[in-house]
RNA sequence: GGAAGCGUGGCCGAGCGGUUGAAGGCACCGGUCUUGAAAACCGGCAACGAUGCGAGUCGUUCGUGAGUUCGAAUCUCACCGCUUCCGCCA
């Protein structure tokens, strides 16, 4: 969420910068919510001093054993006028509230301007793609042949996009996402967390998947009580999503991040660094056709992820460290990648700066996405309340970074092709093989 | 699933329906004392919002939402969350 004084200062200013990432703030509209707010609520404060005052002479007026029929008289002739405008102040309100909550993040000013993924700026490279002297396989292939991946059975047990591991390979999987743990725990001095895979509608609303993204998610409902289910059929019940119901998280990004929703955390417990394997869990609506072979593209993954809580001008120095801790993995594997800076218009809804990380298959002769490390300033922050005490006592709000550490398929998907043999082996990287009691390499 | 209890400021913890934004304590900040520190003593210390150039003024907030009232932390109802006991359970 953006700060909304800063809409009041500079609405055009904004407006100008969220276009260069494809948004059209509707600033006409922001002015006429403004309006409106502003002559209702300065109306409803008038009329709650007055009422307050009168209350208070009351009270004394009692205590002394005084009459105060002429008081109450005078103040019962504003409840109606207060109630009328103490109704409607909280609809304005909320309707500004969620027209500021649909807002993306304003993109850093270092951003490049563009329009799609066409426009991201590469910034470094790792490692050279591999020459085969041999006709290269794709992971579904390797992984079949190897009889450790299964997508057959995958689709019987719940449909499409899920996959099945077995033996070696499910094991290799394992030992990715240990090795990544283990890395960030005791190379990067990030504390390793367990969290809830189920969230409310706050922490999703923290994080900035709701209320626009709805859709990307699965929500799963608990039996209501028979109080709570005869609440959500009333029609002034506008938060059926708050009742009775979870959401499966996408990432860990929102769990973990929303540890410090509603916080103040005393000034020198920043930086707070925190890592988390989870499953995630996407809906993938909307990418129809996309990436449907293989588990580049799946609605159950496992992720590593790494999240920090800094300073406000620390963030950006973070944001670098965070992004060097991730390629470290990929480093370690002897995974050729290279980095590019998202533009303007590729960016996540909350992100002000964004780093991808892609990895290189060969099978696809590109680069593909493995990692996205981002900046959300304090717009995830705002959203959330999570606050820190600066130096003159105040709270204020912290930046909040995150960055996958790394996404374990796809990187299983990468060691796969990057470490084919012709014979349709898959020799195993030094580092994974203390993870794999001593093998050196998977065969049928 | 059954029963009981509890939700107050950064934390702990008081609070007869009427100057209660809320006693007291801890933490924190400033000062006195001290060679320095600690202790002791004195003082300060909620958040958010509106308005104003500003000093300030006003409003809201005691889990959330409705209600009663001139006035609610305090009374009523519903919901949410937490704790404990019983049952069931990985």
Redesign the pocket.
Known sequence: ML???TL?NDLAGVAARLKTRGFELDTAKFEQL?AE??TI??R???L?????????????A??KGED?SA??AE??V??DE??KY??IL?QT?QEIDAFLAEIPNVPHASVPIGKSEADNVETHKFGEPKKFDFEVQDHVSIGEGLGGLDFDTASKISGARFSLLKGPLARLHRALAQFMLDTHTEQHGYTETYVPYLV?ADSMRGTGQLPKFEADLFRVT???????L??MIQP?TT?FE???SFYLIPTAEVPVTNMVRD??V?LEKLPMKFVAHTPCFRSEAGSYGRDTRGMIRQHQFEKVELVQMVHPEQSYAALEALLGHAEVILQKLGLPYRVVKLCTGDMGFSAATTYDIEVWLPAQNTYREISSCSNFEAFQARRM?A?F?NAA?????LHTLNGSGLAVGRTLVAVLENYQNADGSVTIPDVLRLYMGGMEKLSK
């Open positions: 700060d909304i004084q009041r403004e707010r502003k609520q300065t409803t404060q008038e709650q001093a007055r009422r307050n005052a009168a209350s208070k002479l009351i009270g004394q009692k205590a105060v008081i109450m103040v019962s504003l409840g207060l109630k103490e109704s909280p309100l409310n608990a039996r209501p009580s028979a109080n709570a005869t609440k002034e938060q708050d009742i009775g916080e103040i005393a309340q606050r005490r006592g105040k709270p204020e709000l």
